[in-house]
């Protein structure tokens, strides 16, 4: 079984600030883990994901997450917020049978004020 | 590359009308998922095929909903009789085989049923 948290429904941070966008997993083996941004009526762009290789993964537009298995954590940061970073972002965990199916959290609203 | 294409990306229904949406997947991946999305929540998972074989079905996909892959290209997913929680988006997605591969997803195809 797996499952995922994300700990805040809404962060607002302005320009130019940093981002940081909280999720907790749960899994009974190694997961493969992801962030999806969707920008509305938009589909879903991945942004990085981690499979087991490095712990800090660098993504698309500055993100990058870290995998802490100690605290279960992959937490999503970015150094500097724009206003084009205004979105919703979803942690996914993986399964790591032969069938990768996701397990979506609730998501995080990010609003970016100038 | 055209990426996942899903067809209508809007339909407003009945309620009791049967609908029908249609998923074209990236044309070299072999798996190809359905999730569905309420508003304020995230992407749950309905079905998987790989190939034209249906491997596994969420419990959220009820004796109303049948999706097939009859020549494992394209894949369509109907719901019969309509009821008004059936108002959701339905995401398609694809990736290639193998675990920790990425999932793509397309725009969606929004339903509202009145």
């Known amino acids: 079984a797996q499952s995922v948290t994300q700990l805040d429904s809404h962060v607002s941070v302005s320009e130019g600030t940093p981002v940081l966008l909280r999720c907790n997993y749960s899994?009974?083996?190694?997961?493969?883990l992801f962030w999806y941004v969707q920008h509305p009526n938009k589909g879903l762009q991945l942004l990085l994901k981690?499979?087991?290789?490095?712990?800090l993964v660098k993504g698309i537009n500055g993100f990058e997450a870290e995998f802490k298995k100690s605290e279960t954590s992959f937490h999503l940061t970015k150094p500097s917020a724009h206003m084009s970073d205004a979105a919703e972002y979803f942690c996914v965990v993986g399964g790591n049978s032969g069938y990768s199916t996701l397990t979506f959290g609730k998501g995080t609203m990010l609003l970016v004020s100038p | 590359d055209t990426g996942v294409s899903q067809d209508p990306r809007h339909k407003i229904t009945k309620r009791g009308q049967n609908v029908t949406f249609r998923c074209d997947p990236i044309s070299e991946h072999n798996r190809l998922y359905w999730y569905r999305q309420t508003l304020g929540q995230g992407p749950e998972f309905l079905t998987y095929?790989?190939?034209?074989?249906?491997?596994?079905k969420s419990r959220l996909l009820s004796d109303r909903f049948s999706a097939e892959r009859p020549k494992g290209s394209f894949s369509t997913l109907e719901i019969q009789r309509t009821e008004q929680g059936d108002s959701a988006m339905y995401l398609c997605?694809?990736?290639?085989?193998?675990?920790?591969?990425?999932?793509?997803f397309g725009e969606g195809s929004w339903l509202t049923v009145v």
């Open positions: 095929f790989q190939n034209e074989a249906q491997l596994e």
């Open positions: 981690y499979t087991s290789a490095a712990t």
């Open positions: 899994s009974s083996y190694s997961p493969s």
């Open positions: 997605a694809s990736s290639p085989s193998g675990v920790g591969n990425t999932i793509y």
